[in-house]
């Protein structure tokens, strides 16, 4: 038997103890916690922000927001160490990033679910022109044409281009994407005319369809919207139709359950606050705050979901 000091053992212990009490999470946290999200300004950077003010003041240490390119979260968040330190707060750059794009991380492999921050749903819009009043008459009309229409999307792989794509494949339609550099200038054109219709956030056309430059058919979520109580569903009329841009809150997978439940417990205690829910509305998004588990289930669910549409079309980021 290996023969230890009084002295060796009692530093033993002392590990023991230290990484018993980290592992449990009591004495989380006791230096700064960074979360990684994409570009300023951005809806996952607001989200952000507030996550990042919300926790400096419950948890006792500085939540430090560090904007990184959408397409190097994913890598950067599967590197960091699993120690509750580093979160992301993504969307679907990260969620479905290995099937538009080579990526060296597999967003279910490598991260661990905390909450659903938000989301930002999605909603049908088309110039005035267009003879449809509903999806149902879109879809007639698109089938009657096909190939005559043109959905204009903002960014290949983006929320409202795989909204899009969905829309096409579940419905059956020819519909022919102009792609551009931006919303605004799909946005542009749509007013112009040059294209008919398009699937943006709802934040973004509120003040056209106001003003009538455009009229919205229909909103992307499965159940009726906070944001659009007057719209009905796509999938009221094209059933098991869903599109949102998400935000979520992750970590490394290995992260250690107690301090998943505690990053969960005080995330979703500041979403369920009123000022913070008024913040999230103000900017066109719905506030959720759920499981772990549940957040989990909406991942895979959506990568299921989305992998035969964006395999078909053929979508790639570069």
Do not use: W
Not at 203 to 229: D, I, M, N, Q, Y
């Amino acid at each position: 038997m290996l023969n230890l000091s009084f002295a060796t053992r009692l530093v033993m212990a002392a590990l023991l103890v230290s990484s018993a009490g980290t592992a449990s999470g009591q004495n989380y946290p006791n230096k700064p916690i960074r979360i990684l999200t994409s570009e300023a300004g951005g809806g996952n950077d607001f989200g952000a922000r507030l996550v990042a003010q919300e926790l400096t003041a419950t948890l006792g240490q500085q939540v430090i927001v560090e904007n990184r390119p959408s397409s190097t979260i994913g890598e950067l968040g599967a590197r960091a160490s699993p120690d509750g330190y580093t979160l992301l707060v993504a969307g679907s750059s990260v969620v479905l990033g290995p099937l538009l794009r080579e990526t060296s991380y597999d967003p279910v492999r490598d991260f661990s679910a905390i909450t659903m921050l938000a989301r930002a749903p999605n909603v049908l819009v088309v110039h005035p022109s267009v003879a449809a009043k509903s999806v149902k008459e879109l879809i007639a009309l698109a089938r009657n044409k096909p190939g005559e229409l043109n959905v204009a999307t903002g960014g290949t792989g983006s929320s409202a281009h795989l909204a899009a794509e969905l829309f096409k494949a579940m419905a059956g339609v020819n519909i022919v994407r102009i792609n551009y550099k931006g919303t605004g200038p799909a946005l542009n054109d749509l007013i112009a005319g040059q294209v008919q219709l398009m699937f943006a956030a709802a934040a973004g056309v509120a003040t056209h369809v106001k003003s009538g430059r455009f009229r919205s058919l229909a909103v992307g979520t499965a159940e009726p919207s906070k944001l659009t109580p007057d719209l009905p569903t796509v999938a009221a009329s094209l059933p098991g139709y869903e599109s949102s841009a998400i935000s979520a809150v992750l970590v490394p997978a290995r992260t250690p359950v107690t301090l998943i439940n505690r990053l969960n417990h005080e995330i979703v205690r500041a979403l369920n606050q009123e000022s913070v829910k008024e913040k999230l509305f103000s900017t066109g998004v719905e506030p959720v705050g759920n499981s772990p588990s549940e957040l989990a289930r909406t991942i895979k669910a959506e990568i299921t979901r989305m992998s035969k549409v964006i395999k078909d079309a053929g979508i790639r980021v570069q």
